[in-house]
């Protein structure tokens, strides 16, 4: 896969910066803290890789919605990869709890490592065949997915492209996981309608769908495993928003590195202008360039140690802090996909208020 080559949703920003900060106030409610979302990223992160040909011609009625920890869509996806069912057009995997998650990426891996869609459309149904024979062994043993997968990557790639596909698998499962809690779609099998409007609806507070919003439009990286019911309810006290503009000295710099690297939902909060906006974004691609969750906390990591490094000094604001922008970033082919992937994720995360219902109302 070349980096150039990654879908036009995920290789630019569709919007100014000024046209994010308007949506930090969102005026497409259409009933009490109902949002209608943007039809062209959710149409932009599903994957038309199952399409004859292995790329989609035109919109289809619906984003189809499965899981691969699902034993309906384990029967539908078979059914698919077998030729007995027609290929859904578009689709998305959700992976909102650790273990869809786990057999999940290798798949996405695999496939934003192809350049050619029938190869890739061909390889995919390969591998739905394979997964689909025994997918309980799968999930219960990811590493054995992870390395059956591995096995079937055609070769030809180079380190940098193979790096890109990885970070974009990551990212745009992390995106996909956040519309499909936006839109209440995390249950499957499911599937997105896309000829009425797409809305998010209202949530409580505390609800298991709030705290699944919480938790998918943090910082994925510094997330812990969603593993059980216990661990969902961990959510909302391990939540924070953090404020960019909020000075902090070396101790409180010291206690936010202790919180978010020990298992933390990171969401950025406050009221931004442009600029602000930019700064945030340039920060957080660098990290969206990174190939993998671990490398993202690390990098998080050293950051933390050179502002509380930085902090001994006198107070400093995370957007202080931010410094300037790698070079291999600016000159990855990738960037302007990062950005407007950060971009993308900020738009959501300013909808959270708005479609929280607070007690007593």
Not at 97 to 108: S, Y
Not at 187 to 208: F, W
Request: glycine residues 6%.
């Amino acid at each position: 896969m070349k980096a150039l080559e990654i879908p036009s949703i995920r290789r630019k920003a569709r919007r100014l910066v000024s046209a994010l900060c308007l949506s930090m106030a969102p005026v497409g409610l259409v009933a009490q803290n109902a949002i209608v979302l943007d039809p062209a990223p959710i149409v932009g992160y599903s994957l038309d890789w199952l399409a004859p040909g292995g790329q989609a011609t035109s919109v289809p009625s619906q984003i189809a919605v499965y899981s691969l920890g699902c034993s309906k869509c384990i029967e539908e996806l078979a059914a698919v990869s077998q030729g007995f069912a027609p290929a859904p057009v578009r689709f998305i995997l959700t992976t909102f709890q650790n273990k869809d998650r786990d057999v999940t990426l290798p798949l996405m891996q695999f496939g934003f490592a192809h350049s050619d869609p029938k190869n890739r459309r061909s390889d995919l149904l390969d591998m739905l065949r394979i997964y689909t024979e025994d997918p309980d062994h799968y999930l219960n043993n990811p590493s054995e997915w992870e390395t059956v997968v591995a096995s079937h990557w055609r070769g030809g790639i180079s380190d940098d492209d193979r790096k890109v596909a990885e970070a974009f698998a990551l990212n745009v499962m992390d995106m996909q996981t956040r519309i499909l809690a936006l839109m209440d779609k995390l249950g499957t099998p499911n599937a997105i309608p896309l000829g009425q409007p797409a809305l998010a609806p209202a949530t409580e507070r505390n609800s298991d769908r709030y705290k699944a919003l919480v938790a998918s439009l943090s910082l994925a990286w510094l997330r812990p495993p969603l593993d059980d019911a216990e661990a969902a309810n961990e959510i909302i006290k391990r939540a924070r928003s953090i404020n960019p503009l909020r000075s902090l000295d070396a101790e409180g710099w010291k206690e936010l590195k202790e919180w978010a690297l020990n298992g933390a939902y990171w969401i950025w909060g406050g009221r931004l202008n442009p600029t602000e906006l930019t700064n945030i974004i340039d920060w957080q691609a660098q990290y969206h360039l990174l190939p993998d969750d671990e490398s993202r906390k690390e990098r998080q990591r050293q950051w933390f140690d050179k502002t509380i490094e930085r902090a001994e000094i006198g107070p400093l604001s995370p957007l202080e802090a931010f410094g300037f922008t790698d070079i291999d970033a600016l000159a990855s082919p990738a960037w302007s996909a990062a950005q407007a992937d950060v971009q993308q994720q900020l738009v959501y995360g300013s909808y959270l208020g708005s479609l929280t219902i607070k007690d007593g109302e």
